[in-house]
Each structure stands twice: as structure tokens, then as C-alpha cells.
């Protein structure tokens, strides 16, 4: 059996009757271009940041996969849900700003959506921190050296400097 190709003004007239409702979905031509929203859900916005990415991919009957670009670096494609979204967990981002993209594959019924127009862009803070002093032991003003130690509540070390290195100067 040959099958007939649908002519350019009936394929437009189809199109133009879904669009308001006349036809039922299932009755439009493959090839239609699906859209890509993308939302960015950060769910810590201080260092080590994290964030839930979704993107929500029109017609909501779409299948197919998404691929998440996040800092220009692609994560592994996740498959869209039965409502259209595709969701990506990031954990670990560093502290700044952070631009992401979404990009619909396609599917046999939907083309390929282009990457959102421009990035989402989104900031992870710095961690704030507290640097402990230990208290030196009493000594005399003439008595040196003075042993001066600290922590910082980031576990990253502290160091000592001097600004006025013909009173105080720093060793070790």
C-alpha cells in the first residue's frame, strides 16, 4: 500500500488547527519544534553549594532527553518524566557565579529544541568562616619569643604575616 504525503497547505492547516484546539495532538506532523524552559532551584546558596536543575520541555508529551550544560561543561542526558521535566541534582559547586543551559535532543515526533537562548545565571556565596586565636601564655613585654596559634572553622590553615616587622616579626 502507498502511503500519501500530506500536502504543505494541509500539513499548515493541521498545524494551525491544533494550535487552537480543533485538532487532537496525535494528528500533527513529525517534526514539530519543542521548546525548552529552564529553572534552576539553588538549595544552598553558601559554598559547597548545590542546586536542583529542571527544564521543562513543550508539548509536556515529548520523550526523549535533555542534556544540562553547566559552567560549559555537558552532565550525562536525563531522560524527560511523563510531565515533560527533566531534573539534575548538582552538589559541590564552587563559590560564584554559575551560567546553565538545557537542550532538548528531540524524539520521532519532536525536533531537537536549541539550547535556552542564554544562560541562567545563578550565585554560590564564599562560606563565611571563624579564625580562633589561642590565648598566649602570660609573659613579660620583654620576653620573647611568643608562640601564636589559630584555627579557622573552614579547616583551611591560618597564617601569620606582620605589618610592622621592626616590633614583630613572624617565624615557622
Known amino acids: 500500500m502507498q502511503r500519501r504525503r500530506r500536502s504543505p497547505v494541509v500539513a499548515s492547516l493541521l498545524a494551525a488547527l491544533l494550535v487552537v ?7 500533527v506532523l513529525a517534526g514539530e519544534t ?3 524552559l529552564l529553572a534552576v532551584e539553588v538549595t544552598a546558596v553558601e559554598y559547597p553549594g548545590a542546586a536542583t ?7 509536556s508529551d ?9 559552567d560549559g561543561t555537558a552532565a550525562a542526558p536525563v531522560s ?3 510531565d515533560g521535566t527533566a531534573t539534575l541534582p548538582v552538589d559541590a559547586l ?3 557565579l554559575h551560567a ?8 520521532a515526533t519532536y525536533d531537537a529544541s536549541p539550547a535556552t537562548p542564554s544562560p541562567l545565571e545563578f550565585t554560590i556565596a564564599s ?8 590565648q598566649p601564655a602570660d609573659r613579660r613585654f620583654d620576653e620573647s619569643p611568643v608562640a601564636v596559634s589559630a584555627t579557622a572553622s573552614s579547616g583551611l590553615p591560618v597564617t601569620f604575616s606582620s605589618q610592622t616587622t621592626g616590633t614583630c616579626t613572624v617565624s615557622g
Open 34 to 36: 519543542a521548546t525548552t
Open 21 to 27: 484546539g480543533l485538532v487532537p495532538p496525535a494528528l
Open 94 to 96: 564552587g563559590a560564584g
Open 80 to 82: 524527560l518524566a511523563l
Open 53 to 59: 536543575l529542571t527544564a521543562t520541555v513543550t508539548p
Open 62 to 70: 515529548a520523550t526523549g532527553q535533555v542534556v544540562f550544560t553547566v
Open 127 to 134: 562560606a563565611t568562616q571563624t579564625i580562633t586565636f589561642a
Open 100 to 107: 546553565v543551559t538545557a537542550e532538548y535532543g528531540g524524539d
